[in-house]
C-alpha cells in the first residue's frame, strides 16, 4: 500500500519561509512524477510545482522564483521549499505521485495523493 505523508506545514509571516516535506512508503518514488498542489479555502486543487524523475521541474506562475521542490531518492523523500510567503500562499498543500512522464498533470489523474499540511501566512 502505497502512502504519502506530508508534514512542515504552519503559521509563518509574509516574507518567512517554511520547507514541506512529503515522505513516501509503499513505493519507490525514484521512477516517478511527484508534485505538490494546494486547495485554498472554498477553492478547487491548485497545482504548484512537479519534479520528473529526471529531476526535471515545472512551477505555477504563481510560485515560480520563490519555491523550489527538490527529491531525496535515498530517503524516498521530495520536498517543497518555499521562501517570500505572501498571505494568498495560504492553503492545505498535498503531494501527490503520478506514474505518468506528464509534468504538470491534474490533481484527479494523480495515482496517488496525500493527506495535506496546513501551511498559513499571516500579513
Known amino acids: 500500500q502505497v502512502r504519502l505523508v506530508e508534514s512542515g506545514g504552519g503559521l509563518v509571516q509574509a516574507g518567512e519561509s517554511l520547507r514541506l516535506s512529503c515522505a513516501a512508503s509503499g513505493r519507490t518514488i525514484s521512477t516517478t512524477v511527484i508534485a505538490w498542489f494546494r486547495q485554498a479555502p472554498g477553492k478547487g486543487h491548485e497545482f504548484v510545482a512537479a519534479i520528473s524523475r529526471t529531476d526535471r521541474t515545472y512551477y505555477a506562475d504563481s510560485v515560480k522564483g520563490r519555491f523550489t521542490i527538490s527529491r531525496d531518492n535515498a530517503k524516498n523523500t521530495a520536498f517543497l521549499q518555499m521562501d517570500s510567503l505572501k498571505p494568498e500562499d495560504t492553503a492545505i498543500y498535498y503531494c501527490?505521485?503520478?506514474?505518468?512522464?506528464?509534468?504538470?498533470?491534474?490533481?484527479?489523474?494523480?495515482?496517488?495523493r496525500g493527506q495535506g499540511t496546513q501551511v498559513t501566512v499571516s500579513s
Open positions: 501527490a505521485l503520478s506514474l505518468s512522464y506528464r509534468l504538470n498533470f491534474p490533481w484527479s489523474s494523480a495515482d496517488y
